[in-house]
């Protein structure tokens, strides 16, 4: 069966839920089957470059954005689609532009197809997956496009950094998975539930070496770095998004993310093969260096490491050269808006003279593990790291390092930023004793077979959460809650989902009961 045989109709007439809340089994199921049906996989890399992996794209209802696709025999374009939850919807292709167009200044990489589409004013909110019909084939990006219903001039976003997902391998290096990913499984848990805007992840995503047999510290056992040896580098990223042994990769988020590079973002090439990184960050993860707007926000992302120290990213002044100029043009084109910001990796590659030029209100990043937020320049520009969320080999200092993440809240040209936030109590518990520290329950299973619900939220962060987000499954009908307010509602043939949106305070629980209304 070819990818363009596929049927899309009918196949949620029926959702089947799972106990977790992930999406259903059935669109899991079909989203496998675009996935491995087509394209020979000689390359995990995708024929979507944009958006893809280290870039979302997030559209209003209604409006659309252009879709960056490698289309090397120019098979005719004849549909596109998103698949959320629920739903899957077609989206409307404005226009279609072929020639080529390189999005990665120092390694020449391209597409040849700017496919500008639109979405549907009927969409609902969510995080959907991108599927484009082509000739004989469907190209796939998951969890690469979000949809809302208006863009919010006070919004928020979640700062992480340095994963290092893959520094340690639990199990063998063929059939295990990566240690890191049983906090950030976690850590997604508690991400979901506050539901920021977005999520900007500073580099170190993946780990240029691994450590297999490792001891109880994370330290120790056998280093493998050759790239022909397990795990190789495409099981690393597919750690990283998808996850394995039952735990979460970053597609598990329900709000978009991005990504930077950091300086251990390879494997199975040479540090100093400054091309060689930045060409498999380019086939595995996509964009290396662009910019994005939300609302009156504008946010720069660079690399500070991949490229080479000279031409790419100079070691006196990193911001003048090829990636400087790609950050230029995106702040010349989109405009100066309200707040600026730029992420990268490294704190000790600030170009001050970039960033006061263009008057950088936030400058994230990581690479050092512990929390840190200082200012810098002339601006001021506020420069700050939140500590790591799940990197092996911190078990001997968690206390001050591991386990952590910050929520900025933004306000046109305005902002407030969260201490470092804890999402569980202690991070070197075994896995199944993890306790976290902002946790949602329901009274009933949340599986579309009740009439009534309760969540409780119980917020131990220490700080208010002013929109934590409660999704009910709910037998099909019409329901009410006895607090916060309710963000969207989606029938389908057999159930009722209500998104609900209410505040917690710091160090208390909150409790939304929701009713049929008959």
Request: charged content about 20%; overall charge neutral.
């Amino acid at each position: 069966m070819n990818k363009s045989s596929l049927s899309f109709s009918g196949i949620f007439r029926t959702p089947f839920f799972n106990a977790s809340g992930r999406w259903p089994f059935v669109f899991m199921l079909y989203a496998s089957l675009f996935i491995t049906a087509g394209r020979s996989n000689d390359s995990v890399a995708a024929d979507i470059v944009y958006p893809w992996r280290a870039t979302s794209a997030i559209v209003q209802a209604g409006d659309g954005f252009c879709l960056w696709l490698y289309n090397p025999e120019n098979a005719i374009i004849d549909s596109v689609r998103l698949i959320g939850p629920f739903t899957i919807i077609k989206a409307g292709i404005d226009s279609i532009s072929a020639a080529r167009y390189e999005y990665d200044s120092f390694t020449h990489a391209s597409v040849n197809n700017r496919i500008w589409v639109h979405v549907p004013t009927f969409a609902h909110m969510g995080l959907y997956h991108l599927a484009v019909h082509c000739g004989e084939e469907t190209h796939v990006s998951l969890k690469s496009v979000q949809v809302i219903d208006h863009v919010k001039p006070a919004h928020s976003f979640l700062h992480i950094s340095d994963l290092h997902v893959s520094r340690q391998w639990q199990g063998s290096a063929v059939q295990g998975y990566a240690k890191e990913l049983e906090l950030l499984d976690r850590f997604i848990r508690v991400a979901n539930i506050i539901a920021p805007d977005f999520i900007l992840i500073t580099g170190d995503n993946i780990h240029h070496y691994t450590r297999l047999s490792a001891d109880s510290t994370g330290w120790g056992g056998e280093k493998v770095y050759a790239a022909d040896q397990p795990p190789l580098v495409e099981e690393k990223y597919r750690n990283l998004f998808e996850g394995a042994a039952g735990f979460a990769g970053l597609y598990e988020l329900e709000v978009p993310f991005f990504l930077t590079t950091g300086n251990h973002d390879f494997y199975g090439v040479a540090s100093t093969d400054h091309m060689a990184k930045a060409r498999q960050w380019n086939a595995l993860c996509g964009l290396r260096v662009y910019g994005f707007s939300y609302a009156g926000t504008r946010v720069g992302v660079a690399d500070d490491y991949l490229g080479d120290p000279k031409t790419d990213i100079p070691d006196r002044h990193p911001m003048s050269g090829l990636q400087g100029q790609t950050l230029k043009n995106f702040f010349k084109e989109n405009g100066a808006g309200y707040l600026r910001i730029m992420a990268q990796h490294r704190p000790d590659r600030i170009d001050t003279v970039f960033i006061d030029q263009h008057k950088i209100n936030i400058l994230l990043n990581g690479h050092q593990h512990d929390p840190a937020a200082e200012w810098v320049g002339a601006t001021p520009t506020l420069s700050t790291r939140p500590g790591t969320v799940c990197r092996s080999g911190e078990i001997g200092r968690w206390e001050t390092t591991l386990g952590f993440f910050r929520v900025f809240y933004v306000s046109e040209d305005s902002f407030t930023f969260t201490p470092p936030l804890r999402f569980c109590q202690n991070p070197t518990a075994p896995v199944n004793e993890l306790k976290l520290n902002l946790t949602l329950d329901f009274f009933r299973p949340n599986d579309g077979s009740s009439w009534q619900n309760k969540g409780l939220l119980v917020n131990n962060l220490g700080v208010d959460l002013p929109h934590c987000r409660i999704r009910f499954i709910m037998k099909k009908g019409t329901y009410t809650i006895d607090r916060g307010c309710i963000e969207q509602v989606i029938h389908t043939d057999k159930a009722t989902i209500v998104d609900v949106r209410v505040p917690v305070k710091a160090n208390a629980r909150e409790t939304v009961t929701i009713t049929d209304t008959k």
